[in-house]
């Protein structure tokens, strides 16, 4: 567990860079184009939270905290009319951007800090896959909300 803790702790004194280069990922990937429409400190700001704080989102958050969060990321993703297909592929290349860091900057060298690691990589997978899971629940929400209120002016 000391090696996971010291790479959390990594992540989060270099979060400013992370979310700086999700960021540029963000707004040179084709398959989240819609995401150009969202402010860009808005998802800078939303990712280097989670960043800046993983130890927090890991070990002190529960599975409520994770929901609440994504449920309102999916929403307000979805009244800005990104596609879902984005929203999720914003949230892997998040990942993917964390991992790309862990591999320039871990070196594993015991077999104590393997286990440390193959923990911490569950931890995260489990992470990202249960903010996935809130962010179409709150997208869907959204969606449905939108339907309804459309169809209640069209009685009016």
């Known amino acids: 567990m000391m090696f996971s803790y010291r790479l959390v702790r990594l992540i989060e004194s270099h979060a400013d860079a992370l979310a700086g280069g999700l960021e540029e990922r963000v707004q040179n990937h084709p398959q989240v184009a819609h995401f150009r429409n969202v402010p860009a400190h808005e998802l800078r700001e939303r990712v280097y939270e989670i960043y800046r704080h993983l130890g927090e989102w890991l070990l002190g958050k529960?599975?409520?905290?994770?929901?609440?969060?994504?449920?309102?990321?999916?929403?307000?993703?979805?009244?800005?009319?990104?596609?879902?297909?984005?929203?999720?592929?914003?949230?892997?290349?998040?990942?993917?951007?964390?991992?790309?860091?862990?591999?320039?900057?871990?070196?594993?060298?015991?077999?104590?800090?393997?286990?440390?690691?193959?923990?911490?990589?569950?931890?995260?997978?489990?992470?990202f896959d249960r903010a996935i899971y809130y962010a179409v629940i709150g997208y869907e929400e959204e969606i449905a909300r939108t339907a309804h209120e459309e169809g209640a002016l069209r009685v009016i």
């Open 62 to 127: 529960n599975e409520l905290d994770i929901e609440h969060r994504y449920r309102e990321i999916g929403g307000r993703r979805a009244h800005q009319k990104v596609p879902l297909s984005e929203v999720v592929q914003a949230i892997v290349l998040t990942k993917e951007n964390l991992w790309e860091f862990l591999k320039s900057e871990a070196v594993m060298d015991r077999a104590v800090e393997i286990m440390g690691e193959l923990e911490l990589l569950q931890m995260l997978e489990m992470f």
